[in-house]
């Protein structure tokens, strides 16, 4: 699982996503998806293989 410490690393991505809607990249052998959705509440969804690990949401 990934700790607060490497969700902070991510929060440079977190902005990127804002522009791109979506976005999937692996980091520390996780699968990380971003994305927005209609009501531009924003989610990092963190998976492995064997399903969602973590989902977090923003409200922007």
């Known amino acids: 699982m990934l700790n607060n410490r490497q969700l902070l690393i991510l929060?440079?991505?977190?902005?990127?996503?804002?522009?791109?809607?979506?976005?999937?990249l692996f980091y520390c052998k996780h699968k990380v998806e971003v994305y927005l959705n209609i009501k531009s509440q924003f989610y990092l969804k963190i998976s492995k293989e064997c399903g969602i690990e973590k989902k977090i949401k923003f409200n922007i």
């Open 11 to 24: 929060h440079p991505i977190l902005n990127y996503a804002l522009y791109n809607k979506h976005f999937v």
